[in-house]
Structures are given as C-alpha cells and as structure tokens.
Nanobody, 129 residues
C-alpha cells in the first residue's frame, strides 16, 4: 500500500516562503518518481515539479522554475518542495503523488498527472497579506 502524506502548508504573506514535505516509504522513494502538483480553486490539477527515480533529475513547470526547488531526503523518506517568493496566485492545494509504473510521470517537458496513480491528501497553501 503506497502512502503519501503532505505537510507544511499554511498561510504566508506575499513574497514569503513555505517548505512542503511529502513523507512516504523507503520502497516508494526508491522505485518510483515523486511529483508535486497543485490545484487552484476552479482550475484543473497541474504538475509543479518532479524528481525522476531513473535519472535523479528534477523538472519544473515553467511557472515553478526559478521559484520552487524540489529535493529528496532518502534518510527521512521525504521529498520536499521549497517555495520562495510566493504570490497570491500560488494559492492552491498542493499534492504529492507517485506513478504505479517505474519511470513514468517525470519528463523535462511535462509532468502529466494522468500517469500518477497514488495521491496524498493534499496540503493547502494560501498567500495573502
């Protein structure tokens, strides 16, 4: 049973930072890509960042580049998303997820949610003064 538990969301002022964490098992982290997604009110879920289990490379959506940083901590079995210089439009529920098939879901040009099978419950981020 794949378990993904997000934490770290909350209220932050514009220009501030938050660090989201996705806790999972060592097996999941060792065999499958972990991706971060966001779903803003009234919008579809979209990929933010991922770290490929095959290459170790990290990829970002255009909106996340230069602002968000994804990292793995194998000792703690977590994948974190450091979010800096936040704006009100970053308000969303953020999810971590993993595909059921090794190697899926994390590409330089896209982070397709359709290739992800297991999802956490989400953590809400609000950016407001």
């Amino acid at each position: 049973q794949v378990q993904l538990v997000e934490s770290g969301g909350g209220l932050v002022q514009p220009g501030g930072s938050l660090r989201l964490s996705c806790a999972t098992s060592a097996d999941t982290l060792g065999y499958y890509t972990i991706g971060w997604f966001r779903q803003a009110p009234g919008k579809e879920r979209e990929g933010v960042s991922c770290v490929s289990v095959l290459s170790g490379n990290a990829y970002y959506s255009d909106a996340a580049k230069g602002r968000f940083t994804i990292s793995r901590d194998n000792a703690k079995n977590t994948v974190s998303l450091q979010m800096d210089h936040l704006k009100p439009e970053h308000k969303a529920v953020y999810y971590c997820a993993t595909p059921q098939i090794m190697g899926y879901g994390c590409y330089e040009s896209t982070i397709p949610s359709a290739e992800y099978d297991h999802w956490g419950q989400g953590t809400e981020v609000t950016v407001s003064s």
